[in-house]
Nanobody
Framework: QVQLVESGGGLVQAGGSLKLSCAAS????????MGWFRQAPGKEREFVTR????????NYADSVKGRFTISRDNAKNTVYLQMNSLKPEDTAVYYC??????????????????WGQGTQVTVSS
């Protein structure tokens, strides 16, 4: 059974940094694409970034490009999200997700097959 467990969220001041982790187990993750989404109160879940595990190919939402970096550690079966220059509008619950079929619609939450429980990121102004 696929399990995704996020960690690393917290409270940070604007301009600060946080690094989120997503520990994956129970699947052949090197065959998957892994994504990060976020959801702020009263808003829909939105795409942040994705990495194709085997190739390392990445995609980013325009709102985080140049500030956030996704990476993976094959030995640890873990995906990371390094977030720099954080802004109050980055405040949200951040979710890790696994896409088993390399969907071309990688920004759509419906295309992902497994989700973690989420970790809260709060950026104060």
């Amino acid at each position: 059974q696929v399990q995704l467990v996020e960690s690393g969220g917290g409270l940070v001041q604007a301009g600060g940094s946080l690094k989120l982790s997503c520990a994956a187990s129970g699947g052949t993750f090197r065959s998957y694409a892994m994504g990060w989404f976020r959801q702020a109160p009263g808003k829909e879940r939105e795409f942040v970034t994705r990495i194709v595990w085997s190739s390392g190919w990445t995609n980013y939402a325009d709102s985080v490009k140049g500030r956030f970096t996704i990476s993976r550690d094959n030995a640890k079966n873990t995906v990371y999200l390094q977030m720099n220059s954080l802004k109050p509008e980055d405040t949200a619950v951040y979710y890790c997700a696994a896409d088993l079929y390399y969907s071309s619609n990688y920004a759509k939450a419906d295309e992902y097959d497994y989700w973690g429980q989420g970790t809260q990121v709060t950026v104060s102004s």
